[in-house]
């Protein structure tokens, strides 16, 4: 039986990416797996697609199932298994083949291994693949990286296997090598901020108003049908009002306050840094994990500083209280996504991508975790015309125009009563440095040149100039 691609690695993700290139795509899809019976069990267990599912014994029998030229897609968790299936597969195929990472790679590493492979002939392909366990089977947003020439080949294998938005299939080629999965992990840094955007409004609605799980999982949900109308503000109104069933209990008042990260959201925040963009809202997200994660820590410090003095909380839970934290969150959103923009902008420029960043929030508008209506007015402000930064898109600089108040006030209210808001405050911050003409660094300049003699520019000549700064 010839396949038309074959999938390496029967994860979850690995599975249910085979499963829907055979139920979407039509495709015959080799299986391969280093425990064989698992390939078999997915065959077996989804007798409606076993024809179209080939389970490979070994790796020369999953090689001599594919039509040639091959396309395997390798899906195993980051970093060394990846390179591990590379040097299992590579061997056996040839010019002309095209091997794709599909997992949540590091850009740094796709780049290495698509300079290491291209003399062999092979093409490698680092495709970001974004919407979760139900995205890989029934339609993730794709970001696919690589040469443009192979894009045109996968194409046909990728457009009926993604998500669709208005029937826009959410797919495309982003740019050479790397591309693909630095815009997937730039998706995983903002969709981080957003989430710790949603949840610093969680701590405010639940410890600064004093509303149950329920309760807020009712505004969330009510929030869902306007601006804010996303997958995670969906999910989250979901998690909120779900009972454990043990104790009957909100299910979230009994999970632990310490969440994980597999580094991608870290990532973004390291080639931000590296970059020189400053992705405040998305730093403060990947602190506030690594904070929640020093739980014992944390409890220490509440008996330390647990009984200072704050002022009462202003935030009340009425129409008007609510509003606030509505066009405060959504504010604070859209400066999160603006930082992320402003990496892949600088991204683009470094490494030479061209990314289309119009059509990067035309892939996310379905399929992937930050999915949302915003990302449909962020496609169309790219539409519009040139954006330097989307902060300054007449759509959104009259949105943030309109909202910067509710920020401010929720930011200050917050500050005052003592509840964390790292994200959101980040988000504000940024925002008033940003929107400041003359700034405060022509100090940090004089200091630089008095220690350092770093020299400074002038306002009022060209040049490059040192002083001769007193003697301290
Ligand atoms: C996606 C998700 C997915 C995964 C993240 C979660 O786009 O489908 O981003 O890739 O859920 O890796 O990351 P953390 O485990 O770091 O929260």
Known sequence: ?????????????????????????GFTVALGNRTVEKAYGIRDSNPALAERLVPADSIEHFISTLKSPRVVVIMVNAGKPVDEQIDLVLPHLAPGDILIDAGNADFNDTVRRERAIKDTGIHFVGMGVSGGEEGARHGPSIMVGGDQAVWQRLKPLLEPISAKFDASPCVDWLGTDGAGHFVKTIHNGIEYADMQMIAEIYGVLRDGIGLSAGEIGDIFSDWNTRGLQSYLVEITAVTLREKDPETGKPLVDVIVDEAGQKGTGRWSVIEAQKLGVGATTLEAAVSARGISSRRAERAEAEK????????????????????????????????????????????????????????IARIWRAGCIIRSRFLDDITQAYEAGEVVNLLQSPHFASRVREGQASLRRVVAKAALAGLPIPALSAALAYFDDY??????????????????????????????????????
Not at 11 to 20: D, Q
Not at 321 to 350: C, D, F, H, P, W
Request: aromatic share 10%.
């Open 304 to 359: 330390l500083f647990g009984d200072i003095e704050t002022a009462r909380a202003e935030f009340h839970g009425d129409h008007d209280g609510l509003a606030e934290l509505e066009a405060a969150l959504e504010t604070a959103k859209i400066i999160a996504y603006a930082q992320g923009y402003a990496v892949m902008a600088e991204a683009s420029r470094e490494f030479g991508w061209n990314l289309p960043l119009g059509g």
């Open 1 to 25: 039986q010839q396949a038309d691609l074959g999938v390496l690695g029967m994860g979850t993700m690995g599975a249910n990416l085979a499963l829907n290139f055979a139920d979407n795509g």
């Open 435 to 472: 929107r400041h003409a003359r700034g405060t660094t022509n100090l940090t300049q004089a200091q630089r040149d008095l220690f350092g003699a770093h020299t400074f520019r002038r306002l009022d000549r060209e040049g490059v100039f040192h002083h001769k700064w007193p003697q301290v």
